[in-house]
């Protein structure tokens, strides 16, 4: 079995770290008070900056960011288990090189220093769709449900993980958590 997985808020927490880094940059670097709407969706909204600040705090920010990104609570243990038991693991990410300088080599280096095994990387990718097929992906993990959409729609089983920004969709099979993330794993196998 071939299995594609997303970096960024299905592997480790990336959300997270930027709403923290922007709360920092926004007090530290604009003089800000920090957070100004807790329940905005995107990260822009919740600080009060005008949508091109975005560009700048990520120029400044995001391969920090990335880099720092903690591990989602499972996500080592199950890959591992998972690339133990001979499923072959291929990260599919969106990570460009817009902001980031080498997003290969930040992925790869993120990988290893958290002992995460895989078999191939990918990123700068688009739809993610190219990369599924090429590789004969059997089931690709995303928490963007446009992802998950493109790649279903070339007839390969999806799996949305669950973050607070998707809660709401139906359309997909999901994962709350890495656990659950191998439970399907097997019950699609021995189904």
């Not at 969106?94 to 995460?116: A, H, Q």
């Not at 190219?130 to 390969?156: Q, T």
């Not at 920004?165 to 021995?190: G, L, Q, S, T």
Request: glycine residues 6%; negative net charge.
């Amino acid at each position: 079995m071939v299995i594609g997985i997303d970096m960024d808020d299905t592997i480790c927490s990336t959300n997270e770290r930027i709403i923290v880094e922007a709360d920092k940059y926004d007090k530290e670097v604009l003089g800000g008070t920090g957070i100004k709407d807790i329940d905005a969706y995107e990260f822009t909204k919740m600080m009060g900056w005008p949508q091109e600040m975005k560009g700048q705090f990520f120029s400044d920010k995001l391969e920090y960011i990335m880099d720092n990104a903690e591990i989602k609570e499972g996500a080592k243990d199950v890959i591992n288990k998972l690339h133990d038991e001979g499923k072959k693991i291929i990260i599919i990410s969106f990570r460009k090189g817009k902001y980031i300088k080498d997003p290969y080599n930040l992925t790869k280096n993120w990988l290893e220093r958290n002992g995460v095994h895989y078999d191939k990387i990918y990123v700068d990718t688009g739809s993610k769709v190219d990369e599924c097929i090429s590789e004969k992906v059997d089931l690709f993990i995303d928490d963007k449900e446009s992802h998950c959409e493109d790649v279903s729609s070339a007839g390969i089983k999806v799996l949305l993980f669950t973050n607070a920004y998707n809660h709401d969709e139906k359309r997909f099979n999901r994962a709350d958590n890495w656990n659950k993330v191998y439970d399907y794993i097997k019950e699609i196998n021995n189904g």
